[in-house]
């Protein structure tokens, strides 16, 4: 217990803090009808968690950096436990996504510190036997997600898929406590603040920009502002950035191919293997009539193919050119998001199984692979910013993901509505991709129904096939980026042993 004690305490964290990024998919329709959600309002309850993971992820680091990464570790889950209690007792939409925010912040400082004391407490081999435990844990947590939330909200209540965060964080406090040595960076470090607020300012419009454009319009120039707040916020970053004595992202990284290839890996990562879950949930549930733990157990090949392929990466490949693992594993992430745009009107539960065991072995390469490979496409002396971007990377790809398929599923919806002659199709579209299948339904006169709900099941099979297909499309693309551009250089295999991971390069 005393050698991979650490571990353990790291990897409980990480898994509870993982898990809440997915845990409210199948919990969704049970959520909107309880709160009375609108799409957009369940959207950024997934949204705002994973947006303040990755916006401020970085500056966190700098942060724990300055008054310890145990510490921040420890607070963080106190804040994630404390906020989880309050989504849980949340009165309304509006308070539960204020709450999901707060307990993304908890998150955030937990994230920014686990590669870090791992990096503390492992070298040479346990190093990246470390790492590959700790991807697969990733993995798992993301994917299991929408399971423990099934069993949750059905055995129970949607409320109780926040309090049980309460006994794991205990449980997660006490063990760091007991088995994790306090680590900092180097002296004279300072918290980031410029770069972290443009950087969030950036991720945040940028979000609200495409989540919003479906209702107001990709044309308006409510939409026009807001993403020129997003370009306007971005470009304030690279400036505070460049200027910056102690800047918590140096953009001078993005010189190197291989940092800038796996970048983009890491930011289609999350976003193409789970950005279309959501929705794929709610279709489960809403249309095909699934409880909320058969909807989560549709997915468990997901989980169970990631689990498999990152335990055997991690034990097999050690010493395999990164390239060809991340890449190949961004290809079967695509492949699989390609394999589940196969739905129409008639089609079950059974049509996603091929596609999501796909993806599934996609995720359970890179995950242990993609934080390596970026320490070890950067000089030692970043290796901390590098793993920081990685997870960085990662969570906004999520967030965009969500967003951007979601517009993408309501707009496709839309206009399959409108070929099958409905009223409103606009708000028919936006009611059905937010739960509200029955509702509509409800609207129609009795002798008309089996014909609209025929015309239900075919918008929405269509509007998750065109998430699908643009998931898949930019799996690929960024598996064929990482192939290309990154260096050969074996997994596990830095050029220098790097300073712990998760701290902030000093000049």
Not at 106 to 134: E, I, K, N, P
Not at 415 to 443: F, M, T, V, Y
């Amino acid at each position: 217990m005393r050698k991979w004690g650490p571990l353990v305490a790291v990897c409980l964290g990480t898994f509870m803090l993982l898990i809440d990024v997915t845990i409210v998919v199948v919990a969704l329709p049970d959520i909107a009808d309880a709160l009375d959600a609108s799409l957009s309002e369940l959207q950024w309850m997934i949204d705002v968690y994973a947006l303040a993971l990755a916006a401020l992820l970085l500056g966190a680091g700098s942060a724990a950096d300055v008054i310890g990464r145990r510490r921040m570790y420890v607070a963080g889950t106190a804040l994630f436990a404390a906020a989880s209690l309050a989504c849980g007792l949340a009165p309304g939409a509006g308070a539960l996504v204020a709450m999901r925010a707060v307990q993304g912040v908890g998150a955030t400082a937990m994230f920014a510190t686990t590669l870090s004391l791992l990096g503390a407490a492992y070298q040479g081999r346990d190093r990246s036997v470390a790492l590959g435990v700790w991807g697969a844990v990733s993995g798992a947590a993301a994917a299991l997600g929408p399971v423990l939330g099934g069993l949750l909200t059905q055995a129970l209540d949607w409320r109780w898929i926040f309090y049980v965060n309460l006994p794991v964080s205990v449980a997660a406090i006490a063990l760091t406590l007991r088995v994790v040595k306090e680590s900092r960076g180097h002296g004279g470090a300072r918290i980031d603040w410029p770069g972290t607020a443009s950087f969030t300012a950036f991720a945040g419009l940028l979000t609200f920009a495409v989540i919003r454009a479906d209702e107001a319009g990709w044309a308006s120039a409510r939409t026009a502002w807001t993403f020129g707040g997003a370009v306007a916020a971005l470009v304030v970053f690279v400036a505070v950035e460049r200027r910056a004595a102690q800047p918590m992202l140096d953009l001078a990284l993005f010189r190197s191919p291989s940092f800038t290839a796996i970048m983009v890996g890491a930011l289609a990562l999350s976003g193409t293997a789970f950005g279309f879950l959501p929705y794929t949930s709610l279709w489960l549930q809403t249309l095909l009539g699934l409880s909320p733990v058969r909807g989560g157990l549709v997915l468990i090949p997901l989980a169970l193919a990631a689990f498999v392929a990152s335990a055997v990466s991690g034990r097999f490949l050690h010493g395999a050119p990164s390239r060809l693992v991340i890449g190949g594993g961004m290809v079967l992430i695509g492949a699989g998001a390609l394999a589940q745009a196969v739905l129409d009107a008639g089609s079950g539960w059974g049509a996603l199984t091929a596609g999501l065991v796909v993806a599934g072995l996609g995720v359970g390469l890179v995950n242990p692979a993609i934080a390596g490979a970026a320490l070890a496409s950067v000089p030692p002396r970043r290796a901390g910013m590098a793993g920081g971007a990685v997870n960085t990377f990662r969570q906004l790809g999520y967030a965009l993901g969500v967003a951007v398929f979601g517009t993408l599923l309501s707009t496709r919806m839309e206009h399959s509505l409108r070929d099958a002659g409905a009223p409103d199709p606009h708000a028919a579209a936006r009611a059905l991709a937010g739960g509200g299948a029955r509702e509509l339904l409800a609207r129609v006169p009795s002798g008309r129904r089996d014909a609209a709900d025929q015309a239900l099941h075919a918008a929405f099979a269509s509007g998750l096939n065109a998430a699908a297909l643009a998931a898949g499309a930019a799996g690929l693309l960024a598996g064929a980026v990482v192939l290309v551009l990154v260096r050969e250089r074996p997994i596990g295999a830095p050029a220098a042993a790097p300073e712990p991971v998760g701290a902030v390069e000093r000049p």
